[in-house]
């Protein structure tokens, strides 16, 4: 498994990523370059937290007309895995490639801190390593990471189970006093209708190693690694 | 432009003195143009010359194995193993915050990154030390500030990983605004930024310059009055995504051998950067041409082109040649740079505007020129002193504890840190909240401890004592993680050292800084200086509507209330962990562990959070610091821990050993039991739970490693004492009083709600 890791001017988690899949997982790691025409035969894009361009006009807004997006948008269409992190989740609902947006935070405040996550999908190729609604324990650091969608658009996500993280409380109950920053539903990642687009705000690449406080974060790397998913490129 | 011909109002404007100028003439035998009086100003600028300090400062210890840079570079640089060097500087924004709060925060976090990537060196963590008036009064300030750190480093990607706060009245009108910043490099990769090689290139990279920030330096030198606000075409804005490309294009500049040095811009601009990167090198001169410097607006005069201080800019000295490989490096990140120049051997700093010479002056009369500044101190009236058999006894401990907790300087910090990416990176392994914050060097076993101390009240009763236990409280912070403590950067805050008692607080200040650092064997290698923190009168809110605006150094007129800070001597320390999967951490860990006190406990109340908190007043002289004993506890604590005796240490500081308890209660998720506290006289019950005698910890073991620890401690001549027994879900001291942990953590998790 070959993993990509897109960087733009502005992208922090890059090298947090990186990290996790060479040093960590031991997979093959390649990093993009936003101005990249090619995804260099990549099995899994990932689009890692930070700033791209800045956020400037609004997260995401500048971002989705990298070059490199029209590719991964062509290679998300053709069935391969592309998986958004924090500023990568609001750069996919920019580019259309989710529904929804991500708005400021209710607090009104940048929120750096530990969320409980229940695991409402196991069967992608993102979470096949997790049990049935797991709890796994991930960090969040963002500013605009409050999930919001068109009353029709959510209840769609709901009915077709395309929610796949919700915050919720050590034991797994999804209540507001659990929600970090006031998403709809207490959402905190979803994925397309086919399954091979994830968007998550939470930052799995921080909980990799027990050492930085939790290692739940490499389920989800460690089910990417060992998923059969290949995508033939063009 | 004699004397008698200069405009004194000109000489206002660039801050300099009469004196200074007639030092001026006399060097040049000329008057300066108009564009070298502004240069001078700048340079001869408290800020940028430390005409007052720098006698002063030669007296600090910045020499030990380690250090593998000093004062006098962008950042201070020690080895810490594994071919790893850590560099670091503390730098002060105090001016900018007090007037525009979140760009004067967010550019000084900008500032001080700079000055750790113009050393080669890749940021891997930031600090912030804060002092703030009262809340809800400096709420302003404090909610500016906060957002403007946060702003700029969660956006820049480098954690925020610790700092401190406090809250007093001296700083309602001068918030004091700190950003440490740390960062690794290969010790064979360290760069120094020196204009090395005659005909080699100066570059200027990032952002073009504007008329932002003109005049910053000489305005940081001011005490700020009612014309202060008019200054704010004198703060800069920040554009952490610019910096961010800025960070990663000179990390990538590093790996070539294209490039001779790179220069921060910060205060004093483009002046003082080719200045000082010239001024390393003995007869060094350089060349430049303002015109070559790419501009963010029209109209501007040479003299707006020398002294702005435009944010995220850097200067490059390139070998000559290779000026293309480096111009294709930085428009890879889209970065603007641009030739702007070349090293010369003439020891002059030349300004061409095109074929013009619109300056030239030597570089040692820019760089070393200002006349020191000789004062004269006097000591002022002692603090009033504090009869303890006048205090009224102890009635309720558990009482006192859950006010002190809840009390805004004491109370938990997450409501600020949380706020603040500490994480990215993926090295914190021991996060903000407990003592020192750890980063792990990856690739390695080795840990880094880092840490930002000072309490300003015992400096207030004492400055040189106090000094001493900035030094003494940051050591002890880093032992608390397990780390040796290695080296020290300082950023010294004060009001105005015209007033011979400032002066006289300035000298002791750095007296006990010294002291401390030799006695604890701990290198100064970098620092900052930060006067005139002062308003004239006191009002609170908005500044005073007396006073005429723009007089350099002057003092209020006679009879007028000073309201000057404390001393603030902040003390910013790494210190190493040779395998930090031995860390140690604060909050309590397994149930039936012993918890015991290291260390012994004196009647000190003198300047305490308890005496300010519970009695109202701040008195008495700050605790008497033994700096021998102070490193005694410490090795016993490094070696308890290097031997896995310790499960989990936490240094007793501000509110004493029962705050300290409390807090390894909370930050464990775990209650302790304790038997009724009897102290043998003279010892007061009052002392021996809110005293605030150093060389203290609090420190839980497993019941096995207890009769080794005894013989260590034995060993090191240090007194540990059993407080009680880990576990369940109160704080209890049988008889004295019991409190549940939801009650505690209540009072100690809203004491920064307003």
Redesign the interface.
């Known amino acids: 498994m070959k993993f990509g890791v897109v960087v733009f001017?502005?992208t922090?988690?890059d090298?947090?990523c990186g990290?996790?899949i060479d040093?960590v997982v031991g997979a093959q790691l390649q990093y993009l370059w936003h101005k990249d025409a090619d995804l260099k035969g990549c099995d899994c894009v990932i689009l890692p937290?930070?700033?791209a361009?800045?956020?400037?006009l609004r997260t995401g807004a500048i971002a989705r007309f990298a070059p490199v997006m029209q590719e991964i948008g062509e290679y998300a269409d053709r069935g391969g895995l592309v998986w958004g992190i924090c500023n990568g989740f609001q750069i996919l609902c920019e580019a259309g490639l989710l529904p929804g947006a991500l708005i400021r935070n209710a607090s009104l405040?940048?929120?750096?801190?530990w969320t409980h996550l229940a695991v409402e999908r196991t069967d992608l190729a993102f979470t096949s390593k997790c049990e049935d609604r797991e709890v796994i324990r991930v960090?969040i650091?963002h500013?605009e990471g409050s999930y919001f969608a068109e009353p029709a658009v959510l209840s769609r996500l709901e009915q077709n189970g395309q929610v796949v993280f919700r915050y919720c409380d050590a034991d797994g109950r999804v209540v507001p006093t659990a929600n970090p920053n006031g998403s709809l539903h207490n959402i905190a990642g979803i994925m397309n209708k086919r399954g091979n687009v994830l968007g998550m705000m939470p930052?799995p690449?921080?909980c990799?190693?027990p050492?930085?406080?939790g290692a739940d974060g490499l389920k989800l790397f460690r089910s990417v690694a060992g998923s059969a998913l290949r995508v033939l490129v063009s | 432009m004699s004397l008698d011909t200069v405009d004194s109002r000109r000489l206002r404007e660039v801050a300099l003195t009469p004196e200074e100028y007639r030092v001026i003439v006399e060097k040049l035998r000329r008057p300066p143009n108009a564009v070298e009086l502004g240069m001078l100003g700048v340079l001869w600028s408290e800020h940028c010359s430390y005409k007052t300090s720098k006698m002063l400062l030669r007296r600090l210890p910045s020499t030990g194995d380690a250090v593998l840079q000093g004062p006098g570079e962008n950042a201070g640089a020690v080895e810490i193993g594994s071919g790893w060097a850590a560099v670091f500087k503390i730098e002060s924004h105090n001016h900018p915050s007090a007037i525009e709060p979140y760009q004067g925060a967010a550019t000084g976090v900008g500032g001080i990154i700079r000055d750790v990537i113009a050393m080669g060196a890749r940021p891997i963590a930031l600090l912030d030390s804060l002092r703030f008036g009262p809340l809800p009064g400096s709420r302003h300030h404090f909610d500016g500030v906060v957002a403007g750190i946060g702003g700029y480093g969660n956006c820049i990607g480098i954690p925020t990983v610790g700092g401190e706060v406090y809250f007093d009245e001296c700083y309602a009108n001068n918030p004091i605004v700190n950003a440490m910043c740390v960062g690794l490099v290969r010790v064979d990769r360290l760069m120094r930024a020196r204009a090395e090689g005659t005909g080699n290139s100066l570059m200027l990279v990032g952002a073009d310059t504007g008329r932002d920030g003109i005049h910053g330096a000489s305005f940081a030198s001011l005490e700020l009055d009612e014309s202060s606000s008019e200054r704010r075409p004198a703060v800069q804005v920040g554009n952490p995504f610019l910096e961010k490309c800025l960070l990663e294009a000179c990390m990538d500049l590093a790996q070539t051998d294209a490039v001779v040095a790179v220069q921060d811009l910060g205060a004093a601009g483009l002046t003082s950067s080719v200045a000082e990167c010239a001024g390393r090198v003995p007869g060094a001169g350089a060349r430049i041409d303002v015109s070559l410097v790419p501009r963010r607006e029209r109209g501007m005069t040479p003299y707006d082109v020398m002294l702005s201080e435009s944010q995220e800019r850097m200067l490059v000295v390139v070998q000559r040649g290779r000026e293309s490989e480096v111009e294709r490096i930085f428009s890879t990140w889209d970065l603007t740079s641009a030739v702007i120049g070349d090293v010369t051997d003439d020891g002059h700093l030349t300004v061409f505007d095109q074929t013009q010479v619109v300056a030239r002056l030597p570089i040692e009369l820019l760089t070393d020129g200002a006349p020191p500044r000789r004062l004269a101190g006097i000591a002022p009236e002692p603090a009033p002193s504090l009869r303890l058999d006048s205090l009224p006894p102890l009635l309720d401990p558990g009482e006192s504890l859950l006010r002190l907790l809840a009390s805004p300087n004491l109370c938990s910090r997450r409501p600020i840190f949380r706020r603040y990416d500490h994480m990215v990176g993926d090295s914190t392994v021991v996060a903000p909240g407990g003592d020192a914050a750890l980063l792990r060097i990856k690739g390695t076993r080795l840990g880094l401890a880092v840490t930002t101390d000072c309490n300003a009240r015992y400096c207030h009763l004492d400055p040189n004592v106090g000094a001493q236990h900035a030094v003494a409280e940051a050591a002890r912070n880093i032992v608390a993680t397990g780390a040796r403590p290695l080296a020290v950067t300082d950023c010294l805050n004060l009001a105005n050292p015209d007033r011979p008692e400032v002066y006289w607080e300035l000298e002791e200040t750095i007296a006990g800084l010294a002291q401390a650092c030799r006695a604890l064997e701990l290198p100064i290698v970098s620092g900052n200086v930060s006067l005139y923190n002062e308003t004239f009168p006191a009002t609170s809110g908005a500044p005073a509507p007396q006073g005429a605006g723009g007089r350099p150094r002057s003092g209020p007129p006679d009879g007028e209330v000073h309201s000057g800070i404390h001393p603030t001597p902040v003390v910013g320390m790494i210190g190493v962990i040779d395998d930090y999967a031995r860390r140690l951490e604060a909050g309590l860990k397994h149930e039936g562990d012993f918890v015991l006190l290291v260390g012994s406990s004196l009647n000190d109340l003198g300047g305490s959070e308890y005496l300010k908190v519970e009695h109202g007043t701040v008195a008495g002289r700050p605790p008497a610091l033994d700096l021998a004993r102070e490193a005694t506890v410490n090795r016993l604590i490094l070696a308890a821990a290097k031997a896995g005796q310790l499960r989990s240490a936490h240094d007793c500081g501000d509110g004493g050993m029962l705050v300290a308890l409390a807090e390894c209660c909370l930050l464990g998720g775990m209650g302790v039991r304790c038997p009724a506290l009897r102290p043998e006289a003279p010892l007061r019950l009052d002392a021996a739970f809110f005293g605030e005698t150093p060389g203290r910890f609090i420190v839980s073991v497993g019941s096995r490693a207890m009769p080794e620890l005894q013989t260590l401690a034995r060993r090191h001549h240090v007194e540990i004492s059993l407080l009680g027994m880990a576990g369940g879900d109160t704080v209890e001291f049988e008889g004295q009083f019991r409190l549940t942990l939801d009650q505690i953590r209540q009072a100690w998790e809203t004491g920064l709600q307003f």
Request: proline content about 6%; aromatic content about 16%; charged content about 30%.
């Open positions: 001017p502005g922090w988690s090298r947090d990290w996790v040093q937290g930070g700033f361009y800045g956020d400037h405040e940048y929120r750096c801190e960090p650091s500013g930052h690449e921080r990799a190693e050492e930085l406080g």
